[in-house]
C-alpha cells in the first residue's frame, strides 16, 4: 500500500518558468511533509519541509503547498534553472510513528536552456 | 560535520557471499535509518534506529538481513547469503530524533549481486 504517491514520473520545463510538481498521501496521520531532491549517484539531499498546521511555505525560489483535505501538497520551482534537473522526492511522517520517512517515488525533472 | 559517511560506495559480489555496508551517521544526532532504492519499489525504509535501538524493523525484507548499531557512531546492514534480487542502492540516513525534523543522506551504496 503505497501512502505517498507521486503520480508524474517525469516532468520537462523551459528555463525560467515555473515547475510545478504533485503528491499525493492517504494517511490522515501524517503531519509533516518534506521534498527531496537528488542527482544521479548521490543521495537525496532536504530541499523544503511543512507542518500540517500551515498550507504554504516558501524559500527563495521553492514553495511547497499543502491542502490537508485534498491530501496533497504541490512543490513550485520559479523560475526554473538548468541545475534543477533532478529526481525530486516527496516525503511525509507522522509523529506518533516517531521520525520515519515515508517517500514517495520521485519524479523526474529536466530544465531545458 | 561532514555529514553522514556510507562504505563502500560499490559493491560487487557473488551470490551466495556476505555482504556488510556500514554508516557512520552525523555527530549529535540520534535516529538512523536505513534505506533501499529501486527501480520497482523506490525508496523503501529497512530499519530505523533511536538512540542506537531499533525502533522498527518491519521492513527488513527477509532473515538474510540483518542491522546494528553498537554506538551511536556507526551502524552496519549486513545481508547473508546475497542474492542477485538485493542489488539496489543502500542508503543510510541520520536525524535528530524527534518530529519535524529532517534526514540527512549518505551518497549510498551501490550494490551489485551476480
Known amino acids: 500500500d503505497q501512502q505517498v504517491k507521486q503520480n508524474s514520473p517525469s516532468l520537462s520545463v523551459q528555463e525560467g518558468r515555473i515547475s510545478i510538481l504533485n503528491c499525493d498521501y492517504t494517511?490522515?496521520?501524517?503531519?509533516?511533509f518534506l521534498w527531496y531532491k537528488k542527482y544521479p549517484a548521490e543521495g537525496p539531499t532536504f530541499l523544503i519541509s511543512?507542518?500540517?498546521?500551515?498550507d504554504k511555505n516558501e524559500d527563495g525560489r521553492f514553495t511547497v503547498f499543502l491542502n490537508k483535505s485534498a491530501k496533497h501538497l504541490s512543490l513550485h520551482i520559479v523560475p526554473s534553472q538548468p541545475g534543477d534537473s533532478a529526481v525530486y522526492f516527496c516525503?511525509?511522517?507522522?509523529?506518533?510513528?516517531?521520525?520515519?520517512?515515508?517517500f514517495g517515488g520521485g519524479t523526474r525533472v529536466l530544465v531545458k536552456p | 560535520d561532514a555529514g553522514v559517511i556510507q562504505s563502500p560506495r560499490h559493491e560487487v559480489t557473488e551470490m551466495g557471499q556476505e555482504v556488510t555496508l556500514r554508516c557512520k551517521p552525523i555527530?549529535?544526532?540520534?535516529?538512523l535509518f536505513w534505506y533501499r532504492q529501486t527501480m520497482m519499489r523506490g525508496l523503501e525504509l529497512l530499519i530505523y534506529?533511536?538512540?542506537?535501538?531499533?525502533?522498527?524493523d518491519s521492513g527488513m525484507p527477509e532473515d538474510r538481513f540483518s542491522a546494528k548499531m553498537p554506538n551511536a557512531s556507526f551502524s552496519t546492514l549486513k545481508i547473508q547469503p546475497s542474492e542477485p534480487r538485493d542489488s539496489a542502492v543502500y542508503f543510510c540516513?541520520?536525524?535528530?530524533?524527534?518530529?519535524?525534523?529532517?534526514?540527512?543522506f549518505g551518497q549510498g551504496t551501490r550494490l551489485t549481486v551476480v
Open positions: 494517511n490522515s496521520m501524517f503531519d509533516y
Open positions: 516525503a511525509a511522517s507522522d509523529k506518533a510513528a516517531g521520525n520515519k520517512l515515508t
Open positions: 540516513a541520520s536525524s535528530f530524533e524527534g518530529p519535524y525534523t529532517e534526514a540527512f
Open positions: 534506529f533511536n538512540n542506537n535501538v531499533p525502533i522498527d
Open positions: 511543512i507542518s500540517s498546521i500551515k
Open positions: 555527530s549529535g544526532h540520534n535516529s
